[in-house]
């Protein structure tokens, strides 16, 4: 099995700063890309930022400039600094892994239980 555990949510005022952090453990042999989703009260879940294991990144366009993505291989964690927040940015924000587990042939998905970000204006 493999788990990714979330950190680093909370409550910041407009213009203010966060990082997340989420660590996956477990059976891992490899993981692809890792990356943020958030989901908004009553909208889809859409993607912030995504990260190859090569260290190519993408983002959604309403944060480019703003968000930052990384990752420690070593670690298999990957990071979210959050800077310049709006309160738009408020959301449960997902992470999420392409991992090969020890023993498969195939990559799967998985996700972590979600992180509360608020943003005060």
């Known amino acids: 099995q493999v788990q990714l555990v979330e950190s680093g949510g909370g409550l910041v005022q407009a213009g203010g700063s966060l990082r997340l952090s989420c660590a996956a453990s477990?059976?891992?042999?490899?993981?692809?890309?890792m990356g943020w989703y958030r989901q908004a009260p009553g909208k889809q879940r859409e993607l912030v930022a995504a990260?190859?294991?090569?260290?190519?990144?993408v983002y959604a366009d309403s944060v480019k400039g703003r968000f930052t993505i990384s990752r420690d291989n070593a670690k298999n964690t990957v990071y979210l600094q959050m800077n310049s927040l709006k309160p738009e940015d408020i959301a449960v924000y997902y992470c999420?892994?392409?991992?090969?587990?020890?023993?498969?042939?195939?990559?799967?998905?998985?996700w972590g239980q979600g992180t509360q970000v608020t943003v005060s204006s």
């Open positions: 990260i190859t294991s090569g260290g190519s990144t």
């Open positions: 999420n892994a392409d991992v090969v587990a020890t023993g498969s042939r195939y990559p799967k998905g998985y």
């Open positions: 477990g059976i891992i042999f490899s993981i692809n890309a």
